[in-house]
């Protein structure tokens, strides 16, 4: 059965860092391609970052870009992502998907083309 488990949520104070992890079972991460996306209340989910099956194309949402990072752990069947520069605004309950399918360019950022998600994770940027 595939499962996709967050952790890594928290409060944190606005400049802190936070690492999320996603970490895979009964499927191997380096055949799928994984995005973060985040979801605030009264918001839609919305495309974080994402990274290819190789490893080798990323991509960023313009308003983390230069701040946040994901990463993968083959050995750990893990997704990283790393979050600097943390700001009220990036408070929300960050999720990981997978997708088996072929994603072109910056639609790995869109929630309509994963099917397999994580429960979430909750951040939480304040003072």
């Known amino acids: 059965q595939l499962q996709l488990v967050e952790s890594g949520g928290g409060l944190v104070q606005p400049g802190g860092s936070l690492r999320l992890s996603c970490r895979a079972s009964g499927f191997t991460l380096d055949s799928y391609t994984i995005g973060w996306f985040r979801q605030a209340p009264g918001k839609e989910r919305e495309g974080v970052t994402c990274i290819s099956n190789s490893g080798g194309i990323i991509n960023y949402a313009d308003s983390v870009k230069g701040r946040f990072t994901i990463s993968r752990d083959k050995a750990e069947n893990t997704v990283y992502l790393q979050m600097n520069s943390l700001k009220p605004e990036d408070t929300a309950v960050y999720y990981c998907?997978?997708?088996?399918?072929?994603?072109?360019?910056?639609?790995?950022?869109?929630?309509?083309?994963?099917?397999?998600w994580g429960q979430g994770t909750q951040v939480t940027v304040s003072s």
């Open positions: 998907a997978a997708s088996k399918r072929i994603i072109l360019f910056r639609a790995c950022l869109f929630p309509r083309n994963y099917d397999d």
